[in-house]
């Protein structure tokens, strides 16, 4: 694991289909560390995060369970999903243990509901770090930029965008993200250039 930001530790996984890679987030927090979308981890990596410990687990989207159970076996951590997603990765053998509800405050975090890909996504919000996590509401590919993913796999499309456009009017300059390359500064306004090809 490396560290992005201060109390901000990351691990990735490249996706060769996708060409880019996913990534694992952990948030050190003194009410209790918070493992975001968690990638498998080689040894070194659980080890890590078995030390630091790992208080609960934030799963954004139905397709982003990835190393959930292990992690949750490893540490005795909580994992959290959307309802509207969790029957899903339960379907895949996930173990969900309570719901993620927009609106509510988790640590420093703020739970975003951002549909469209799945009803049940949402994205993280730490305000006063001006950070945004994301999972399949948007990617950072190619590297600096915004994108979506195929439309091909959304939901609902639309109902994605308008998600987008609400997101951009959040306050941040960091952007995490699930898949593809992270963007630490001026994330906003990439992903405002975004918002503007989406047309009227």
């Given at each position: 694991m490396n560290e992005v930001l201060p109390d901000i530790l990351g691990w990735s996984r490249l996706s060769p289909p996708h060409g880019y890679d996913f990534n694992g987030y952990l948030v050190r927090d003194s009410a209790g560390n918070l493992c975001i979308d968690p990638v498998q981890p080689d040894e070194a990596s659980l080890d890590q995060l078995a030390r630091l410990g790992v208080a609960k687990i934030l799963l954004?989207?139905?397709?982003?369970?990835?190393?959930?159970?292990?992690?949750?076996?490893?540490?005795?951590?909580?994992?959290?999903?959307?309802?509207?997603?969790?029957?899903?990765?339960?379907?895949?053998?996930?173990?969900?243990?309570?719901?993620?509800?927009?609106?509510?405050?988790?640590?420093?975090?703020?739970?975003?509901?951002?549909?469209g890909k799945s009803p049940g996504e949402v994205a993280l919000h730490w305000p006063s770090r001006r950070i945004l996590f994301v999972g399949d509401v948007v990617i950072g590919n190619p590297p600096g930029r915004c994108s979506l993913l195929r439309e091909q796999v959304m939901d609902d499309p639309a109902r994605l965008r308008r998600s987008v456009i609400e997101l951009a009017k959040l306050d941040f300059d960091t952007l995490l993200v699930g898949d593809g390359t992270p963007i630490l500064g001026e994330a906003k306004a990439r992903l405002l250039e975004l918002v503007q090809t989406f047309g009227p």
């Amino acid at each position: 694991m490396n560290e992005v930001l201060p109390d901000i530790l990351g691990w990735s996984r490249l996706s060769p289909p996708h060409g880019y890679d996913f990534n694992g987030y952990l948030v050190r927090d003194s009410a209790g560390n918070l493992c975001i979308d968690p990638v498998q981890p080689d040894e070194a990596s659980l080890d890590q995060l078995a030390r630091l410990g790992v208080a609960k687990i934030l799963l954004t989207n139905r397709n982003h369970s990835r190393a959930a159970n292990q992690v949750r076996e490893r540490t005795g951590a909580q994992v959290l999903m959307h309802p509207d997603d969790a029957e899903h990765a339960r379907g895949q053998g996930t173990t969900i243990d309570a719901p993620l509800v927009p609106g509510e405050r988790i640590g420093p975090l703020v739970v975003i509901g951002a549909p469209g890909k799945s009803p049940g996504e949402v994205a993280l919000h730490w305000p006063s770090r001006r950070i945004l996590f994301v999972g399949d509401v948007v990617i950072g590919n190619p590297p600096g930029r915004c994108s979506l993913l195929r439309e091909q796999v959304m939901d609902d499309p639309a109902r994605l965008r308008r998600s987008v456009i609400e997101l951009a009017k959040l306050d941040f300059d960091t952007l995490l993200v699930g898949d593809g390359t992270p963007i630490l500064g001026e994330a906003k306004a990439r992903l405002l250039e975004l918002v503007q090809t989406f047309g009227p």
